[in-house]
């Protein structure tokens, strides 16, 4: 019984990756990842230099939300709000940070790049690859991106640029919304080898007191553990039409959460969130609970169970509906309606 995967054909010593962010931003940060036995580590987005303001952060940056709101028991809920852009630092300081990373760990790194002009994209995916990440994530989806950049005119053309110059394996990290399942097919089309679903979404709070809106006065990034049931949708949709793997990401904050994500067909699952506001020791519990898991139902590897929960997923035309109002207490007499279900 072993949490190793291989993904992208990187071995890894667990399906659980540190996302892009905070976290991953510098080397002693990596260090703790790799001692927590993270499969992976993907750095924080490096933007182009045409983005430089995006390397200066608002300070606070992040507003913890909802944390104390409870229904029942202790609250496992919050809301992230954050306004972090790139990189804090120049360019030279991040290939030089992945070669760090390089030289500290052994845990594969995932360089992370935002740019604008598919010329750019390849520059820093180039650059990622030269200095040693063994695989390059192209932040497309940012909720903090520019509107000008549109998946079709921008994102198309660096996906198929970067996928053509690069020999290490490409992700595409994608946003929640109506069209990621057809952004989904387009990166695979392109010669991406993964997708990432779902990064975090634009959103905004008010505060009533002071009536302006909070932290530094504009739309931010927002996340949470509730985040996750719009990407365990999209999950399972992308993994029933495309045949690139796929990396979950977006509210995971137990072993449950990540096996959920595996049983709906990820192969790997990236965490930020809950190492930011539990700690890196969240991590050692959500490795425990996974091994008690496949303990329990006799796993020996959690590519056993992978995309398992859609096998028995239904349609809509055989979800069984029925006529006739309900009559008080006596759901059993409810009749079929005729021609639907699998009655
Ligand atoms: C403060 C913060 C900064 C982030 N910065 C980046 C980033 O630079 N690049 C990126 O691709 N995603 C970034 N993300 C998104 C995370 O990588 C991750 O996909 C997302 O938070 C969902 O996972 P989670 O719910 O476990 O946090 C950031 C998220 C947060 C909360």
């Not at 679903?197 to 530094?216: A, M, Y």
């Not at 045949?243 to 990820?266: F, M, N, Q, W």
Request: with cysteine; hydrophobic share 40%.
């Amino acid at each position: 019984m072993a949490l190793t995967t291989t993904f992208l054909g990187l071995k890894l010593q667990s399906p659980l990756l540190v996302a892009s962010g905070p976290a991953s931003h510098d080397v002693n940060q990596v260090r703790l990842a790799e001692e927590q036995h993270m499969g992976a580590i993907v750095l924080k987005t490096v933007c182009s230099d045409k983005y430089d303001h995006m390397r200066y952060w608002p300070r606070p940056r992040y507003k913890l939300l909802d944390w104390d709101k409870q229904i029942g028991g202790r609250s496992k809920y919050f809301t992230l709000y954050s306004y972090e852009q790139g990189y804090s630092g120049t360019l030279k300081d991040y290939w030089e940070f992945i070669k760090a990373c390089k030289d500290h760990a052994t845990v594969p790194i995932v360089g992370s790049v935002f740019a604008d002009v598919a010329e750019d994209w390849k520059e820093l995916a180039l650059k990622c690859q030269e200095n040693g990440a063994d695989a390059v994530e192209l932040d497309i989806s940012s909720p903090h991106r520019p509107g000008s950049l549109d998946f079709e005119t921008t994102f198309i053309a660096a996906i198929n640029t970067v996928v053509k110059a690069l020999r290490v394996p490409v992700l595409v990290k994608l946003a929640a919304g109506p069209d990621v399942l057809q952004q989904c097919k387009a990166a695979e089309k392109c010669g991406a080898s993964a997708v990432t679903l779902c990064n975090r979404i634009r959103g905004f709070d008010v505060d009533i007191e002071t009536q302006q809106p909070i932290l530094h006065g504009y739309y931010a990034g927002v996340g949470g553990p509730w985040a996750k049931y719009y990407t365990f949708r999209h999950v399972a949709e992308a993994a029933q039409s495309i045949r690139i793997p796929i990396s979950a990401t977006g509210g995971a904050t137990t072993a449950e959460d990540v096996i959920k994500y595996i049983l709906l067909g990820a192969s790997t699952v990236q965490i930020l969130s809950v190492i930011m506001v539990n700690g890196w020791e969240s991590v050692s519990q959500i490795h425990h609970d996974l091994k008690g898991y496949m303990q329990q139902k006799g796993i020996h590897s959690l590519e056993e169970i992978r995309g398992k929960a859609l096998q028995v997923m239904t349609s809509p035309e055989d979800i069984i509906r029925w006529s006739g109002e309900p009559k008080t207490g006596a759901r059993n007499l409810w009749k079929p309606v005729e021609g639907h279900g699998r009655s």
